[in-house]
């Protein structure tokens, strides 16, 4: 995968399949502190110890469709090249949480991505999922934080019986995320 967004739309994938009723994914550019942090928090079926010290290893997979998950052992690898980190936390009947930091600066970061269509593509493929995007970023230049936040609950309470689908809902979503998404990033920039 060549974006972070990407690699989180898989972590997400993966809390999905865990029976997550609620997911959280946090993204924090600190360009004052040079790190790119992100997190995926769910309340899943959460791992043992012993799978959760395990699935980084990418011939370790819960999946029955094939015998290796590349996904999160290639995070890690992306992220421990750029002077961060992976780590995960799960306890069985709880949830699970990875956390995820990279130097922003470096030369061999992966690109953020499409953060506006990796949540859309979430929140239209699992709309029975409370999906909570959390996006922040800290100016280099000590200026206050900019925040982001998206929350699919409020937005389903309001539709009823209104389909996700519908194109007018789809356009109002994505340009919501889109504004949403460019005003924190244009405020980091500025």
């Known amino acids: 995968m060549r974006e972070i967004a990407l690699h989180l739309l898989d972590v997400a994938e993966n809390s ?18 040079d790190l790119l942090t992100a997190s995926v928090i769910d309340d899943g079926k959460g791992m043992t110890p012993e799978m959760t010290a395990s699935v980084t290893d990418p011939f370790v997979t819960s999946r029955t469709t094939r015998k290796v998950g590349l996904g999160i052992p290639l995070f890690k690898s992306a992220a421990e090249s750029c002077n961060g980190k992976l780590v995960i936390h799960s306890e069985v009947g709880r949830g699970t949480r990875l956390d995820v930091e990279f130097q922003h600066s470096h030369i061999d970061r992966m690109p953020l991505g499409d953060l506006s269509s990796t949540i859309l593509a979430l929140f239209v493929a699992y709309p029975k999922i409370h999906w909570l995007f959390d996006y922040v970023v800290i100016p280099a230049d000590g200026r206050a934080e900019e925040k982001f936040v998206f929350d699919t609950q409020p937005i389903m309470a309001e539709l009823g019986d209104i389909s996700l689908t519908e194109p007018e809902v789809l356009a109002f979503i994505r340009e919501y995320l889109e504004s949403g998404v460019a005003h924190v990033r244009g405020a980091g920039n500025g």
Request: net charge negative; proline share 0%; hydrophobic share 45%.
């Open 16 to 33: 999905v399949a865990a029976g997550a009723g609620n997911i959280t994914l946090n993204i924090c550019e600190d360009l004052h502190g």
